[in-house]
């Protein structure tokens, strides 16, 4: 279980003074094992409408000494959702849904579908219009070289560069639009109740189809009042109650 805080990123998100004084407070209680306060004051961050992997990141190993299992894995989703590419986000999480009691397996994916997934996470959504940006910059630079060159060799090799560059840049912007789209279908939820029952219809007179617990990951399809129509990672869908879970 890796321990390190995060820092750095914290404050090279642009969060207010207050916010940062609070983030190390919060920083100076974990270290010192107060996990309690830790947390009061990583959420006050929260509540603030300021939010960074950072704060979310050091939540999930707060909860997780707490044995929290709902909220720490809850607060790794967020820092993952941020973050996709964080190798110690990854890592920390894994050791999270071990705490869990339901082992949900996955239903296999098509090879093309799971290419397509793996490449989508492997930059944020700013990630990659960062990276969109790079290859334009690289573009313009190859360009004007280009265009200057007396040389017949090197206008051939830097135009062909140019033009590469801007096919990658254009493939950064369709995959950053096509991660921004899958997000934005996507209604994740992590259940906090201890215990749930998934019944095949939104009314407590209705059969149960299966229970669920603490931690659990799921994927919220329709709403109905206070219930909700969630399907699992192995493709099992039920209705529960909303109180019972937590969106991400």
């Not at 397996?105 to 989508?120: A, C, K, V």
């Not at 033009?163 to 369709?174: D, E, K, L, Y």
């Not at 007179?205 to 799921?218: A, D, N, Q």
């Not at 990672?233 to 529960?240: E, I, T």
Request: with cysteine.
């Amino acid at each position: 279980m890796k321990k390190i805080l995060y820092l750095l990123l914290f404050f090279s998100s642009g969060l207010f003074a207050q916010s940062s004084a609070l983030f190390e407070e919060a920083n100076a209680a974990y270290a010192d094992g107060n996990y309690e306060e830790a947390v009061e004051k990583y959420n006050q961050i929260l509540e603030n409408d300021e939010t960074a992997v950072a704060v979310h990141y050091n939540l999930g190993n707060t909860h997780y000494k707490l044995n929290h299992i709902a909220p720490s894995i809850y607060h790794y989703e967020k820092a993952l959702q941020m973050a996709p590419e964080d190798e110690d986000v990854q890592n920390n999480i894994i050791f999270a849904r071990n705490m869990a009691l339901d082992a949900i397996e996955e239903t296999p994916e098509t090879e093309i579908s799971g290419w397509m997934r793996s490449g989508l996470s492997a930059f944020s959504i700013s990630g990659w219009g960062w990276t969109g940006i790079a290859f334009m910059l690289l573009f313009v630079m190859f360009f004007l070289i280009y265009y200057f060159s007396s040389r017949t060799l090197l206008k051939r090799i830097f135009f062909i560069a140019a033009m590469v560059c801007v096919v990658f840049a254009v493939g950064s912007i369709f995959m950053g639009y096509s991660s921004k789209n899958l997000q934005e279908s996507q209604d994740f939820a992590i259940i906090f109740s201890e215990e749930v029952e998934v019944r095949n219809e939104p009314n407590t007179r209705s059969s149960e189809v299966f229970i669920l617990h603490e931690g659990t990951k799921v994927e919220v399809l329709e709403d109905f009042q206070e219930w909700s129509k969630i399907e699992l990672a192995n493709g099992n869908q039920g209705w529960m109650l909303q109180e019972t879970f937590k969106r991400l």
